[in-house]
């Protein structure tokens, strides 16, 4: 890992610490709130510990884009779950055929970056 990215990796993680520590439940509960900054703080350390033996650069670099997208989701919605999707199954067409094979391809490409690591981890 380049010193540039290790920075803006420890960055990141600073950042997720930050916000836990000033996060607010949009519900306005006390035990809400209390609730999420727990789960903030859970799924930092769980992410970031699983993914330190990185080398990578791509790989690190597709996991600071999940990160960096979920902080701006989790910003802007007031929710710190991530937002999950629904694709009906069958429902995206392949090009050739309906193999169940390569519509988990598809399911797989259509995942969108803020859920990446979510199932791995749920």
């Known amino acids: ?26 519900s306005g509960q006390m035990e809400d ?8 703080l859970k799924e930092a350390r769980t992410l ?14 597709q ?6 997208a979920r902080i701006e989701i989790g910003l802007h919605y007031q929710i710190p779950y991530p937002r999950p999707i629904h694709l009906p199954p069958m429902g995206l067409t392949p ?13 797989k490409l259509a995942k969108p970056v803020y859920l990446k690591s979510h199932d791995e981890i749920s």
């Open 48 to 61: 970031f510990q699983k993914n330190k033996n990185l080398t990578d650069t791509d790989l690190i670099q």
């Open 95 to 107: 090009l050739q055929g309906r193999g169940l094979r390569r519509q988990e391809k598809l399911r």
């Open 63 to 68: 996991c600071i884009d999940e990160c960096t």
């Open 33 to 40: 709130t209390i609730k999420e900054k727990q789960y903030i």
């Open 1 to 26: 890992m380049t010193t540039a990215t290790r920075q803006e990796v420890l960055g990141l993680y600073r950042r997720i610490f930050r916000l836990a520590r000033k996060w607010q439940a949009a």
